[in-house]
């Protein structure tokens, strides 16, 4: 990434109330102002007031239906810098009973923009690299021709993933974990995968996904993966 985009990206986040809005964002999901103006506790025309500086630098996009404005993410790199930022981030004070078991949701499994991270993400990359199924590269990683087969014999298509103008298999620096976990086309495919096979559900107040116990079962099965070390919140 150049200098002046790193630049702008780290004005962007220099706003505790754009944070708020942004970690609410990394969902992938559409929000009005409203919501993102409640999660940030700021007016809604404050919000209005980032949302049209994150805008005029291409991150977020606007869709309007009836008299609503909706904004969703639209710039993965930006969510891979702000991702990574967290990870040198001092961690933020909790408070509050419900604030630390939503933070142990978002630590153990959560999205970043389009694919899984926290202990989720990082110990399906490294089940990943320890089969190899994709081997690291300078920058990102190189699915293996064993890789290619494992994504298709569940039910994942590599050549359409190929064909996608984005990165096919990138690796994001992971904020709570410290470690990379697996974005792009195939980080995607993942997550979708997972959610399809309903391993896991998205959680109504983040973007926190919850491993049910289908998906433990399942993976474990299917895959050889383990994740008692992650409990199930509801």
């Not at 990206?9 to 708020?20: C, G, L």
């Not at 994709?134 to 087969?149: M, P, S």
């Amino acid at each position: 990434m150049d200098q002046s985009k790193t630049q702008k990206f780290a004005n962007i986040i220099n706003d505790e109330s754009r944070v708020a809005m942004i970690n609410l964002l990394m969902s992938n999901q559409f929000y009005t102002v409203t919501e993102l103006a409640k999660v940030a506790k700021i007016k809604t025309h404050t919000a209005s007031y980032h949302l049209k500086k994150m805008m005029e630098l291409d991150l977020v996009i606007m869709e309007k239906h009836g008299r609503f404005h909706y904004y969703q993410l639209s710039n993965q790199e930006f969510a891979e810098f702000f991702e990574g930022i967290g990870a040198v981030a001092p961690t933020p004070k909790v408070r509050y009973l419900s604030q630390q078991i939503e933070s142990q949701k978002l630590t153990q499994a959560r999205t970043c923009y389009d694919h899984l991270a926290g202990n989720l993400g990082v110990v399906i990359t490294e089940f990943l690299l320890e089969k190899e199924y994709v081997v690291r590269l300078e920058k990102g990683l190189l699915v293996t021709e064993a890789g290619e087969d494992f994504l298709e014999k569940n039910d994942i298509n590599v050549s359409e993933l190929k064909n996608k103008k984005r990165n096919f298999c990138g690796l994001c620096l992971d904020w709570s974990e410290r470690k990379h976990h697996i974005s792009g086309s195939v980080g995607n495919a993942i997550y979708e995968l997972f959610l399809r096979n309903q391993w896991i559900i998205k959680s109504e107040k983040s973007r926190a996904v919850i491993l049910t116990d289908k998906g433990k079962e399942e993976i474990k099965k299917d895959w050889g993966i383990s994740f008692d070390s992650i409990e199930n919140y509801c």
